[in-house]
């Protein structure tokens, strides 16, 4: 049976749809610290967990016989700048939680999303490798990064098989994101639609790594239904699917309303993705277990304005 810890927020929900399609509703068991996510309703069995409790996690996985743990619940970029040894304490010790249950309980697969936020600006920008300089300047980048040489090392060390992907900024429609710097990706197509005008809290040419929810949610179980044999990163996989900046999406959306405009208004946030890369190459996900995005930019806006 599988458990998603984190399932009420932006990738947890979609995640626990999908692996529910495929494995069968009562085989995934969602869980997280709010109520049940209106979308989740009705769809399969749902427990209230703080994954900090470690006991009360390790009852849940023997109660539920649990053997494949996806691991969603994180502070992410921009909030945990606000509070940093909070935002370093629940994503590391939720982790660290995780992964010593995998190894005590002999779990078969864990899952657990690194970010494009582990590079810093002293990284290549452009085609960012899967291998080079890596001086994460958020709270958020450290954990993901520190996460990841703790993922290795269960590994390595005691045959856990953990599996982690960098995601770039993710947009989707079905669930709301959380805390991120990349969500004006998100915000910018309701604003669209609900008031045709948008005030970007990035400058116009913030070049981001970004992807659409449903590729994100394929690369993720294409990565943990792989064959352990052809994973040759057990850090965490750079994942890729194109790259905008706010112009550009505000142009793309103008196809749509064409009345929309946008104005800029740097805050905070600007300084945390100006140490991220534009792009990101991939190519290592593509060459081990055949990963290939979908959605480009036009693509994604289509679908985004048929759903919300
Ligand atoms: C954030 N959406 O903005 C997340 C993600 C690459 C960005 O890690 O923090």
Known sequence: KILVIGACGQIGVELTLALRKMYGDANVVASDLREEHELLKGTGPYVSLD????????VLIIRHNITQV?????ILSATGEKNPLLAWHINMQ???NVLDIAKEENIDKVYWPSSIAVFGPNSPMQDT?????????????????????????????????????????????????????????????????EHQTYTSFLSENTYLPMMYMPDAIRATIELMEADASKISVRSAYNLSAMSFSP???????????????????????????????????DSLARADWGWKHEYDLAKMTEDMFKNI
């Not at 994954?51 to 390790?58: A, F, G, P, S």
């Not at 996806?70 to 994180?74: F, G, M, Q, V």
């Not at 505000?250 to 208004?265: C, G, L, R, V």
Request: charged share 20%.
């Open 51 to 58: 994954v900090m409790n470690k006991e009360m996690l390790h």
């Open 70 to 74: 996806y691991l969603l619940a994180a």
């Open 94 to 96: 939720s982790l660290l």
């Open 129 to 193: 490798p899967q291998h080079t300089i890596i001086e994460p300047t958020t709270i958020y980048g450290i954990s993901k990064f520190a996460g990841e040489r703790w993922c290795e090392y269960y590994n390595h060390r005691y045959g856990v098989d953990v599996r982690s992907l960098r995601y770039p900024g993710l947009i989707s429609y079905k669930s709301a994101p959380g805390g991120g710097t990349t969500d004006y990706a998100v915000e910018i197509f309701h604003e669209a639609k």
């Open 247 to 281: 112009k550009e999406i505000a142009a793309e959306i103008k196809k749509h309303i064409p009345a929309f405009t946008i104005q800029y208004e740097p805050d905070y946030r600007q300084q945390i993705a100006d140490g991220w890369p534009n792009s990101m190459d």
